[in-house]
Structure formats: C-alpha cells, structure tokens
C-alpha cells in the first residue's frame, strides 16, 4: 500500500512550491509538482509602453530581478531589431554574470548544502583532522585549524543555549545522512564564510545597476550608466577597479571552496548518482552576447536528447527559428484556461487566464504551466548548460568539469563516468562548474569593457523607435536556474501580448497536454524514502533544481488528514 507524502510549502527555496510523492517499497512511485501561488504579471504589462516592460517583470521575483530586467530589454529589442552598444553589452554582463555567482553560492551553501551536511555531528569532529584534510584540499585561508575550533565553540554555544540559530529544525541525525564529523565542521564552516563571499556579487551587481535587487539602469537600447573615467559621480574608474576587487574575491572563494566543496561531498554521496535523473531532454541557450548584435555569444547553448551528448543540435540565439518555432505552452493539468479549448500554444499567442479548481491528481492541480520543446518536456539549468558545453566543445566548460570529476574520483577512489551527472547530485556539481565558468566570463566581460573604454568608446544607449502596425519578438537568457524567455508582441507602440517562460516553468511543469510528467515529477521517480515522517531525500532532489517558487512543511495522509507537522530548515 503506497504512503502520500505532501510537503506543502518546501522550504529553502523561493516562492511557494507543493510536492506530493506516493512511496511505496521506500520508493516514491508517483510524484506531483504543484506551484500554490499566481504571478499574473502579463496581464499587469498589456497595454503599457515596453520600454517599463524590464522594471516591472523583475517584481515576478524578489531574487531574480536582473535576470527577468535583461531578458525584458532584450525581448523588446529583438521585436525592433535594435543594436546595443559594446559597453551595454559588457555591463549587463557583467551584471548578470555576477548575480549568477551570487545566486549559486547562496544556492549550494544556503539552500542546499543542509540536506546533506549533519550541522549536529561537527560538534564531534577533531578540528585539528579538520584543518589537516581541508589543507589537502586546497589553499583556502579559511583553512586554518584556529578557524575550525572557532567555528565549532560556536556551535556549541548555540547547543548551549538551547538554540541552533539558523541551523534550527533539520533533519540531524537522518540515516540518510553520511558525511563524517570533520567533512562536516568543514561544510559548516565553508557555509559561514559564504554568507560574506555573497556579498561580493552583490556588490558588483549594486555598483553597476545602482542598486540589489530591482537593479535601476537597463534601458530599451542600452544601459543608463554614463561613463567618465575621472568623475565619481558616474562609471569611474575608481568603481571599476572596485567591481575587479570583488571579482578576484569571488573567484578565489569558487575555486578554493565551492568547487572543493561539492566534489568532497559528490564523492561522499557518490550512491546519488543514480538517483534523481528523470528528464534527460536537455535544453539551454547562448548567453554572454560579445557584439552589438547579439550573435556572438561566450556561452553556447542547444538541446540534447535523451541525455546522448551526441544528438546535441546548438542554438545560435533568441533568433534561431529552430529554438523560436519549438516553444509551447500546455495547461490542461494548470490553473488555467485557453479561449479556443485543448491545445498548447506557442508563447506569442499564449494566454493567462486563471480557471482555478481545487488540486486534482488526474486534473488540474498547479499554477505552473507545462512548457515543451516541438511536443516534449525538457530540463533546463545548470546540468542542461554543462552538458551543452561539453558536447560543444566549450573549453572552460570541460575543463573545470574535469578538475570537479579528478576531485570525485579521487576522494572516492572510484571513477564516476560523465552519465553520472544525470543524477540529483549531479546537477550540484553542474551548477559549481558552471560558477567557475561564469565567474571567467565575468573576468573577461570587465577586460573588455577597459579595453573599449581605452578606445575612446564610452556610448551605452541607442535610442528605440517604435513603429506602427504589429511588431514580435524574444529576449532570452541562461539564467542561474536554466532558460528564460519573454515573449512580447507589441502593436502601435503598445504592449498587446506578454509571456514569460522562465526555467522553473519548465522544471516544476505539471503533466503537459500528453499527460506527460515534468522534470521534477520525473526525478522523483524511485527516489528513496527511508522515513516518511521526515522526507530528507525528497527535499534533496528538490533541492537540487534550485526551485523559485517556500516556508514550514507539513505531511498529509490519502484522506488529506493531517498527520504530523514537519518543519525543515
């Protein structure tokens, strides 16, 4: 007889998100994805001017505000098929890169890491043993054995006090928990220094959009930063040899720690390799555009199929037809209704219109609507843009991966083939490559903003013209969680039709029009469930996606009674 386990909200992540999971033999044997809150922010943007189009649609989040401002612009400047100058370019980039950075640290060390870290058990460890594996690692300056003892009589005052702060309500003690006390004291001291490394990226991200989040300085066309290398009051370069302070922090933190980090414990956890695969469709986009056009991208992008890296077919940008044409919407299983009936629509002539009913296992029973890619389901984020760069042929890509892979198989002693990074797991250690990735393009995108500067270039707007008649268009970017997408149709100036397909649409999708099950859905599948009461694997894979949708968790019977209340960290 099966078990339904509800937790509603998860917690750990942004937004509001219910799963469901039937377990079964200790195995989920069916799973729901269902998002319990509405945006509705396209209908809040018809009829509006579209050049306000970025500052309201970074209000669909309170997180990922820059990365809903940039695809904005760019979606209004496809329709106008509207240049941007080199150092717009640069600066957004820069901007995005370093919220990227900012929202990987913050994922892993904030929101992930205490599913698999015992914050309890450091309380046992030798700090001495500590600092002398840590020190094996890398060359950290937060390595130090005075450090870890530091770290720990922290934590035993908190144990003391009868508090654990934040480290409050977790699932201590799990069977599913396997790290040893040292490898812990280390993650939790690694998670104390991260709360000050993210401030970095902040910073970087505050100084040049003027502030974090709702960043004030995307325009239709370009950015509004004026650049004056010997006034403070705008781009000088006092604040650009700042912006590069904080850039090499961040990279010597990622390299040193991040990358450590996530290897120690992929290699700990190597089992999680084999579960929380699911959907292997994968689906990402260029981003990191490098002229005015953007054609020429740092980052590539494309789909692959079933998880083969040979039918990797790339996508050369938000103009490619083979990514515009493929795109659609379902919400036969969402809260919502199409005018013409069943059917997805592509986004352009895509439609939210609320039809709420209560949650229906075989019905409608989320908020989220269910993208495809021509008729499928596809995973985005990190392990997508990983997988993509590899079978690109990508070098930064490969070769941060393989440093991670070396690490693993190292500290395992066994060697993991590139098919296990189709796992939960797997995608941590995307998403750390991928930090180290970004964090060169952030590097570089600062040298050539200099360098153009050096070249007596210091424009960063072109003006938008608006014509008459019916214009289109998609702006898109590799955004921390995986592609997003704005779609606009503008007509006599005006914003006519709006549809934001963001990545956590496409991972946290209910089944689509063929009843097909969605990534999360999907990874869930026979995932192992030691202790219904308190479900650490089913958050772990959760986890792992790095949701946008949150808070105090609880478990309901068939009957929906409930049962215990359950509250996660």
């Keep these: 007889m099966a078990t339904r386990i509800t937790i509603d909200p998860i917690t750990r ?40 189009a970025w500052a309201i649609t970074q209000r669909i989040c309170g997180v990922c505000t820059t990365v809903h401002a940039v695809a904005s612009v760019r979606s209004i400047e496809s329709a106008l098929d509207l240049e941007v100058p080199l150092n717009a370019q640069y600066i ?79 699932y201590w003690g799990h069977p599913a928990m396997k790290l040893t006390p040292e490898v812990n004291l280390l993650a939790v001291a690694h998670y104390l220094q991260a709360l000050e490394v993210q401030r970095y990226a902040n910073k970087i991200v505050a100084v040049l959009g003027s502030k974090s989040p709702h960043i ?20 000088s370069i006092e604040r650009l040899l700042l912006v590069k302070e904080m850039i090499d922090k961040l990279g010597v933190f990622i390299r040193n720690c991040y990358l450590v980090d996530v290897s120690a414990i992929g290699a700990f956890y190597a089992d999680w390799t084999k579960h929380g695969a699911g959907i292997t469709d994968y689906l990402s986009i260029p981003d990191v555009p490098m002229d005015t056009k953007s054609t020429r991208f740092m980052m590539p992008g494309g789909y692959i199929k079933g998880g083969d890296l040979a039918t990797y077919k790339p996508i050369g940008g938000s103009h490619d037809p083979y990514f515009r044409q493929g795109v659609a919407e379902s919400v036969k299983h969402a809260w919502y209704s199409y005018a013409n009936g069943p059917g997805a629509l592509h986004p352009w002539k895509g439609e939210t219109t609320p039809d709420y009913t209560d949650f229906q296992d075989e019905g409608k029973y989320s908020w989220v609507k269910s993208p495809t890619f021509y ?13 993509c760069g590899v079978a690109a042929g990508h070098q930064p890509t490969i070769t941060h991966l393989n440093r991670v892979i070396e690490t693993v198989d190292s500290l395992s002693g066994t060697k993991l083939p590139l098919s296990a990074l189709h796992s939960t797991i797997g995608r941590h250690a995307a998403r750390a490559v991928r930090a180290a990735v970004v964090h060169e393009s952030l590097q570089a995108n600062w040298q050539a903003l200099m360098d153009n500067i050096g070249k007596g270039d210091t424009r960063t707007f072109n ?23 704005h779609w606009s149709v503008i007509k006599d100036g005006k914003i006519a039709n709006y549809q934001a397909v963001v990545p956590t649409t496409w991972n946290a999708a209910p089944r689509n029009e063929d009843d097909h099950i969605g990534p999360y859905e999907a990874a869930l599948m026979d995932n192992p469930v ?40």
């Design 13 to 52: 992540i942004e937004g509001h998100l219910r799963v469901d999971v039937e377990v079964q033999n200790g195995r989920v044997s069916k799973a729901w994805s269902s998002g319990q809150m509405w945006r509705g922010v396209e209908q809040i943007l018809l009829g509006r001017d579209p050049r306000d």
């Design 216 to 235: 004030q300085n995307m325009a239709v066309g370009g950015v509004s930063n004026p650049i004056n290398l010997n006034s403070q009051s705008v781009l």
């Design 463 to 485: 003006r938008p013209t608006f014509p008459k008649g019916e214009i289109m268009g998609v702006g898109t970017h590799e955004a921390p969680r995986g592609v997003l997408s």
């Design 92 to 170: 957004r980039n820069m901007i995005v890169t370093a919220h990227a950075l900012h929202d990987h640290i913050v994922h892993f060390y904030h929101l992930s890491a205490l599913d698999w870290v015992d914050v309890v058990s450091a309380l046992k460890a030798n700090p001495a043993k500590t600092a002398q594996l840590a020190e094996s690692l890398s060359d950290w300056e937060g390595n130090s054995r005075h450090v870890f003892e530091d770290v720990q009589n922290r934590l035993k005052t908190f144990v003391g006090s009868g508090q654990l702060g934040p480290f409050t309500n977790g």
């Design 530 to 569: 030691a202790d219904p009461e308190r479900p650490l694997e089913v958050l772990r894979t959760v986890h792992s996606f790095d949701p946008c949708l949150a808070c105090a968790v609880h478990l309901t019977d068939t009957e929906h009674k409930t049962v215990v209340q359950v509250k996660a960290l």
């Design 375 to 387: 008729g499928k389901p596809a995973q985005v984020g990190p392990l997508a843009n990983v997988l």
